[in-house]
């Protein structure tokens, strides 16, 4: 039960907010744990030409948590509503259990991109530590009516607490995706 500021105003639940910050540290562990130890060459290993690296791949998670972040935040600032909350129609493990089933695979569009932005790998790791980090702390610290704003996903209306999961459990595709490459017969080994 969401404890009530105004009629359009409700803060997150202590149980939204822990599972949200639990999700967003594990995706983040993994990703991590996932990284540690390659070589250059297991970075930029590619499968075949119109095939992501891991470096991509961990570029294109960087570039998303800005992103996607920064939709949280454009919903935020806009007025509550609780009048829309029946256009959200999907739950907040529905939301995770589609983003992170590797089954359905999706072109991303041209602003989440990897084109090299961060500089180097390690640069991009930075960006994406820094940004995961200073996300887990809002969460952590807001006040903000994360229920009651609301933002499009291609798959419809959602609100700003389900985008920051969406961003999460994008975390996590990616991260499978990763261990995909890995898994590629042609994967270098050292």
């Known amino acids: 039960m969401f404890v009530g500021f105004g009629l359009n105003e409700m803060k997150l639940t202590d149980e939204d907010r822990s599972k949200a910050i639990d999700h967003l540290s594990q995706t983040r562990d993994d990703l ?9 060459e297991q970075l930029n290993y590619k499968s075949s030409p119109e095939s992501w690296s891991v470096a991509e791949c961990v570029e294109h998670i960087a570039i998303s948590e800005n992103n996607i972040m920064e939709m949280a935040s454009g919903a935020v600032q806009v007025t509550a509503d609780a009048s829309k909350r029946a256009e959200v129609t999907i739950t907040d493990d529905q939301l995770l259990g589609m983003i992170t089933d590797r089954s359905n ?3 991303t ?14 640069e991009t790791l930075e960006a994406f530590k ?29 609100d700003a607490y389900q985008v920051i999961l969406f961003m999460s459990g994008h975390t996590e595709r990616h991260t499978k995706q990763i261990e995909e490459i890995m898994a590629d017969p042609g994967y270098p080994q050292e």
């Open 109 to 122: 569009s041209g602003a989440f991109e990897p084109s090299g932005r961060f500089g180097s790998f390690e």
């Open 32 to 40: 991590l744990s996932a990284l540690e130890g390659l070589s250059e």
């Open 105 to 107: 695979k999706v072109k």
């Open 130 to 158: 820094s940004k995961r980090q200073e996300n887990i702390e809002y969460l952590q610290n807001t006040e903000d009516d994360l229920r009651n704003h609301y933002a499009d996903l291609p798959f419809g209306k959602a």
